[in-house]
């Protein structure tokens, strides 16, 4: 009982002072919040989420390993589903349009410089919240819920298409018909429609097709805009699939959807953000 | 005088209201058409003695004269509408219409009398060769007046759009301006800046006054080069040495940086906003996403006769842009790039060059060859 009382929080933010100055102000406004994991890149972050499982994140949106956006679909991917989802605040310094995307989705944000009032009227609604959970202890709705919420802003979010910056958006809207693949010293030509999926690994996307498998230098950040949208869906945060290879799409007991493919024999779990992308007509 | 007034505005609204066009010009002109009338009507009473009352001669002045006018000033308008008139044209015009302004006038004046026409017409046309020729006399009189008249009125409008233009032009120079500005300064940049300030402020007020500092001289510059055609090198370093401390401050252990610039190349001019753009690139794309940091050196140098300004990182490198194991058209390179390219092709043609390159072992290396700049050699 008295453990659940303990609210634990994560802060992600690459820059020290800021970081600091966060911790600084919680310490004043929310004296008994632990904070529980301190970290500076994407990539800490989802790591120290997952092994703390708090219960409040605080997200920097511009972060280097990952964004805190990526950091909270990975998160509602991984999360173990026993566990409530957190709360997300994303953190943000001035950008119109990333001001304007979480306003339509209605996620928790602050802007920096963080102004004390707003953070503390952030506060007060995240204390309410877990109020409130504390007292329906027959969990076994909230966690459901709050996820549900997490990955319905994020649909959103991806939807409006957040721009790290500006080049994002008059980045070329051309479509790329051929993939150039180094293999050794040769360089192999890939028909776009030959290929059944992509997946993303740490610095490298493995393009599969029916033959073989070629690793090409990229991000799927980068190599999504160039690809025909109606052809080629992204159906995990790491894997975007050519919908013509798709045999029939397999949906588990627990909800789980994974794909089985027509000229391979592996297969595709589609995660939870992308399962709407599946259901019947 | 205040029913004079009062008439004068009532005047000129009702002139307001007509549409700009022939009737418009029409109505401007007929003050100066009745004094001209009765100028002719004077001279005829007491000059020609053709001895007819003097209401009588006013009569068939105004008829004559008006036909006169009317004719000719509709045959003009239907002959070069609103484009200034051949001036021989014109006045050949004037002398043939003004016969037949006088005939149709005097069967005018005489209808008005409800005098028999051909009689009339028989008794002025012993007065005919002095009445043509004052009438063509006064019809060159007035074509010329109006001719003027056209004439300032085309020079006015000429200079009210050479006005247009040139405050369009200087809008768009301000514009363009302002749109640097903004490029320069982003707001993204000064609100996360502002940020570590409050931090700073309240854990180590020294070196938030240290940063302040510095932010003052990185607005400041930035604000005097981007009014600036040319600047030395020595106070575009001296920009970059803000900008970088602000973001080494920014993004602590992160960012290293160093900057070397020879003395003697101190005073070099190079245009303004060319080697700041490409530090922030290497920042922006090169070591800001990359989670353990790295160094980011600026140097200048002569080689040959040519100013060569270097940008490298230790960042995340060309990545999809360089020539191997790439799937993105070469041909699209980052935008700020082509940007550089097109000014520097624009400042000094063939003679400058640019070129981005992957850095060894990781990072990228952006060089800049400039020829020096005349106004250097006579230093």
Known sequence: MNKATTIKALIAEDEPILSITLQRMLGKLWPELELSSIVENGIEAVQAALSELPDVLFLDIKMPGKTGLEVAQELAEEWPSQRPFPMIVYVTAYDEFAVQAFETCAADYVLKPISEERLNKTMKRLQEHFQARTKTQNDNQQPETEIERVIAQLRQLHQIQLPNSAENISQTTEKLSVIRAAVGNNIRLIPIEDVIYFEATDKYINVVTAEHSSLIRSSLRDLLPQLDNSLFWQIHRSTVVNIKQVQMAHKDDTGKITLKLKHSDDKLSVSRIYAHLFKQM | ?379
């Open chain 2, 1 to 379: 005088m205040r029913v004079v007034q009062q008439m004068r505005n009532q005047w000129q609204q009702l002139y307001q209201a007509l549409p700009d066009c022939l009737l418009k010009n029409i109505v401007s002109e007929i003050p100066s058409l009745l004094i001209i009338n009765l100028f002719c009507t004077i001279l005829v009473t007491y000059v020609m003695r053709n001895g007819s009352s003097l209401f009588e001669n006013w009569v068939f002045s105004n008829a004559i004269g008006s036909c006169c006018y009317l004719l000719i000033r509709t045959s003009s308008y239907f002959l070069w509408r609103s484009a200034p008139p051949n001036m021989f044209v014109f006045y050949l015009l004037c002398i043939l219409l003004a016969p037949i302004g006088y005939i149709i006038g005097s069967a005018l004046g005489a209808l008005i009398f409800s005098f028999p026409i051909n009689k009339v017409l028989h008794f002025q046309s012993s007065f005919i060769s002095a009445f043509v020729a004052m009438t063509s006399l006064v019809s060159v009189i007035a074509a010329w007046s109006f001719w003027k008249k056209i004439q300032i009125a085309e020079l006015i409008s000429t200079a009210e759009k050479e006005k247009a233009r040139t405050a369009s032009i200087e809008r768009q120079a301000m514009q363009a301006q302002l749109q640097l500005l903004q490029a320069q300064i982003e707001p993204h940049m000064l609100f996360n800046t502002l940020a570590n300030l409050q931090g700073l402020i309240a854990i180590d007020p020294e070196r938030a006054q240290h940063m302040l500092a510095q932010l003052i001289v990185y607005l400041r510059a930035t604000l005097s080069s981007s009014r600036a055609e040319n600047i030395c090198l020595k106070q575009e370093f001296t920009l970059i040495q803000a900008y970088l401390d602000l973001l080494a401050i920014r993004m602590g252990k992160r960012l290293r940086y160093t900057l070397h610039l020879p003395s003697e190349l101190e005073q070099e001019k190079v245009p303004p906003m060319l080697l700041q753009p490409l530090v922030e690139n290497a920042i922006k794309h090169g070591l800001e996403p990359k989670v353990e940091g790295g160094t980011i050196s600026i140097s200048a140098s002569k080689q040959h006769d040519q100013l060569v300004l270097v940008v490298s990182d230790t960042g995340l490198g060309l990545a999809f842009n360089s020539q191997e194991n790439n799937i993105i058209d070469t041909d699209h390179p980052h935008v700020g790039n082509a940007n550089i390219r097109e000014r520097l092709l624009a400042l000094f043609g063939e003679q400058a060059k640019f070129s981005l390159q992957p850095n060894n072992p990781e990072g990228a290396v952006a060089t800049i060859t400039l020829p020096v700049l005349a106004s250097n050699l006579s230093m």
